[in-house]
């Protein structure tokens, strides 16, 4: 059994009692080969629950931020994240690195997970999506399977350290309709219309008010209010 498996047979069915999951569409998600299951965000606990919920091992490219190792519930958070197998990466000057990391894995056949929003949802709502996920999705061949969690924005909302109990909700849509913009990853109104294509999907199955904007923009300006 791999570390991945054996960290899951003890996380996930303590992350099943604690949060039943009412999950719904696994039969997208391919048996085998490489697939991006792209999700909306709303709580770092996101990352666990369909680590937990999907049967073939998940790989995100997670911001180092999460792995800190400052109190107990912060450091037992990141060795959960790392014993599922979920990778640190660094914002900005590793975003190459992580990009050539991520069509790596998928040349493997693995399955990558990718919150294409980039950031958490500040306020609930479904905002633009980063079109690195398109470029990934067309330059690897991929399918992009969409997927919306719910719940877990109540479970651990931003600035809380320690979880509360609750159900979680995660929904699997079938894989989006790329075909249209084959062999056009170089091209940024085909990797836009491509990752808004693939919003569409997620929205559809999270239900969210969309936001034309991105996450991180209005994160900055929430920031720069309270600073």
Same mark, same amino acid.
């Given at each position: ?115 294409? &929003?980039?950031? +958490?949802?500040?306020?609930? $709502? ?7 996920? %398109?470029?990934? !999705? *067309? /330059? ?43 062999? &056009?990853?170089? +091209?940024?109104?085909?990797? $836009? ?7 569409? %999907?997620?929205? !559809? *199955? /999270? ?21």
């Amino acid at each position: 059994m791999s570390i991945y498996g054996a960290a899951k047979t003890v996380i996930a069915p303590v992350t099943r009692t604690l949060w039943p999951p009412k999950v719904s569409g696994l039969r997208h998600i391919p048996a085998h080969g490489p697939v991006i299951l792209a999700s909306n965000h709303l709580s770092n606990l996101d990352p666990l629950f369909i680590g937990v919920v999907v049967p073939r091992p998940v790989l995100f490219l997670a911001k180092r931020e999460l792995f800190a190792e400052g109190n107990l519930a912060q450091r037992t958070f990141a060795r959960a994240l790392r014993a599922i197998g979920q990778l640190a990466t660094d914002r900005g000057t590793g975003a190459r690195e992580a990009m050539d990391t991520s069509l790596g894995l998928l040349a493997d056949g693995r399955v990558l997970g990718v919150f294409p &929003e980039g950031s +958490r949802s500040p306020d609930g $709502r479904l905002y633009r999506g980063q079109t690195g996920l %398109a470029w990934l !999705a *067309l /330059s690897s061949g991929a399918p992009v399977v969409p997927m919306a969690v719910s719940g877990t924005s109540r479970i651990l909302p931003h600035g809380r350290l320690v979880p509360s109990f609750g159900h979680v909700g995660v929904r699997i849509g079938p894989p989006v309709d790329l075909s249209p913009w084959h062999g &056009e990853a170089a +091209r940024a109104r085909s990797r $836009r219309a491509a990752t808004d294509a693939i919003m569409d %999907a997620i929205h !559809a *199955l /999270s239900g969210q008010p969309q936001a034309d904007r991105f996450a991180s923009s209005v994160k900055a300006e929430l920031t720069a209010r309270t600073g």
